[in-house]
């Protein structure tokens, strides 16, 4: 399967809550990420329906954050989800049953299945090349629950890394509930 084959423009989901517009560039680079065949990732966390925070990374910048992450920490996050859910079994379930309604691929959590209007906290991933949302593997959302999970199984060298990117991202500490990747 071409995994660029199923694509939408952006849904205003993942446009930034502050203009009301998909988000431009990155929050690391600056780089223009609506030029042609630029690819990243929008993340964003929700807390009782208000946008906490909100980021996009180019492709460039997401692989130097996560290779940032101590090589134990990626094995854990791996271990983690391949142990809880089957991506790419999801992406073919849910291309076959709902195509690109983006609406049904973040209705609920990907690890724990809770309907996302009966949760507190959540954040929500995508990856999008320039002006497209791509379906594969995302988008997707987290509960609070995983990234409470996720936190846990993170070293304490990985830990700061998060630290200092959340400082590099928003100028503050992200709360030790928000996980940034």
């Known amino acids: 399967m071409d995994i660029h084959h199923d694509y939408i423009p952006i849904p205003e989901i993942f446009w930034s809550f502050e203009t009301g517009k998909p988000i431009a560039s990155c929050k690391l680079c600056e780089c223009d990420l609506m030029q042609p065949g630029t690819n990243y990732l929008v993340e964003k966390a929700f807390k009782r329906g208000e946008t906490i925070f909100e980021h996009a990374l180019c492709l460039n910048c997401y692989t130097e954050c996560n290779q ?4 134990d920490s990626r094995l854990r996050i ?3 989800f391949a142990e809880r859910i089957d991506v790419d079994g999801r992406q073919e379930e849910l291309l076959k049953a709902h195509g690109t309604k983006h609406e049904k691929w973040i209705s609920h959590c990907m690890v724990k299945g809770y309907p996302v209007r009966e949760v507190d906290e959540y954040q929500l991933y995508g990856f ?3 002006k497209d949302l791509i379906f594969s593997g995302a988008p997707y959302v987290l509960c609070g629950d995983v990234i409470e999970e996720i936190l846990e199984l993170l070293s304490a060298e990985t830990l700061g890394v ?6 590099k991202l928003f100028g503050i500490d992200a709360p030790r509930d928000l996980l940034v990747f």
């Open 68 to 71: 940032s992450m101590s090589e």
């Open 78 to 80: 791996r271990d983690y």
């Open 128 to 130: 999008c090349i320039d």
């Open 162 to 167: 998060m630290s200092d990117l959340s400082r």
